[in-house]
């Protein structure tokens, strides 16, 4: 039977996604060309940019939602193209992916939104079970949503929805994680929340995760690896100290930023206007 625990042991191996020659285009503008870079298990990368780089493009070329322009992604050595196109079923036992927009189409409580996870794993008749019970009730303890499972998900905050589409990405317990935005909406006590429960996922080496973050202290304080896009298609990426620097921020954000350090603590501020 299915422990409160287990909701963190992925049902399959986590894959190494790595990017070969990726090139992206939207309304007639290159957002970056020949992208390479691989994410590994036990990593968790942040994507940080100005807005219209292309941040969200990628994550969804990435979640195998939409091609692009030259290159290839690849799970495992396998073009993630081929995979999203004749094995679906094993595409979402790999990876769970969570847009950047979230819409509520009809009424139901979350704990049954939560559960919608849970598809992947259903029976051929769609049944679910007790260890499909185990998992939803194990991820409403750790996401704060206990007290909430039985209201509508139409009557929560913007914030409290946020943590129930989260929620239900990791009830598919895949081990790759594609989350753009996971913190939209969220206050500072669940931010912190959600990022521990990230990098305790991928600390344990059995998932790795790329999420897009506009905070800078919280990407240097939890990131193991960083990708920096800016808006003339030049991107940085690697180790998230040696990336997530005030020199390289300045120049990819346009807005002069500093390191000012208190005690062991250091904090990346605005210095004032470009």
């Given amino acids: 039977m299915t422990t409160a625990a287990d909701w963190t042991v992925p049902t399959v191996p986590c894959p190494r996604l790595s990017l070969h020659g990726l090139g992206l ?11 390479d870079f691989t994410m590994r298990p036990g ?18 070329v990435l979640a195998g939602l939409r091609p692009a322009e030259r290159g290839e992604v690849r799970l495992d050595g396998e073009p993630l193209a081929t995979l999203a196109r004749q094995r679906p079923e094993v595409l979402a036992r790999q990876r769970a992916y969570l847009p950047q927009a979230i819409h509520d189409t009809f009424s139901m409580t ?14 051929g008749w769609g ?3 007790r260890d499909d019970d185990a998992v939803v009730a194990a991820l409403l303890e750790a996401l704060d949503l206990s007290g909430l499972a039985g209201r509508d998900v139409l ?28 913190l939209a909406h969220l206050d500072l006590r669940h931010q912190i929340l959600v990022l521990d429960t990230l990098a305790r996922l991928t600390r344990a080496g059995r998932h790795a ?27 940085l990426h690697g180790p998230a100290d040696e990336i997530l620097t005030p020199a390289h921020c300045s ?14 603590h250091t ?6 206007p470009a």
Avoid at 30 to 35: H, Q, R
């Fill in 25 to 35: 285009r939207a309304g007639g503008k290159t957002l970056f060309d020949a992208l």
């Fill in 43 to 60: 990593e968790l990368w942040c994507v940080l940019g100005p807005n219209g780089v292309g941040k969200s493009t990628l994550m969804a």
């Fill in 110 to 123: 979350v704990h049954d939104a939560v559960a919608v996870g849970r598809h992947p794993h259903l029976s």
């Fill in 127 to 129: 049944w679910s079970g």
């Fill in 155 to 182: 009557t929560l905050s913007g914030g409290e929805r946020q943590r129930v589409s989260l929620a239900a990405v990791l009830a598919q317990q895949a081990p790759l994680l594609l989350l753009d935005e996971p």
């Fill in 209 to 235: 995760a790329m999420l897009i973050l506009h905070d800078l202290n919280l990407a240097r304080r939890y990131a193991t690896h960083a990708l920096l896009m800016a808006e003339d298609g030049s991107c």
């Fill in 251 to 264: 120049r990819a954000l346009r807005t002069p930023i500093v390191a000012v350090a208190q005690g062991a």
């Fill in 267 to 272: 904090a990346l501020i605005a210095n004032g």
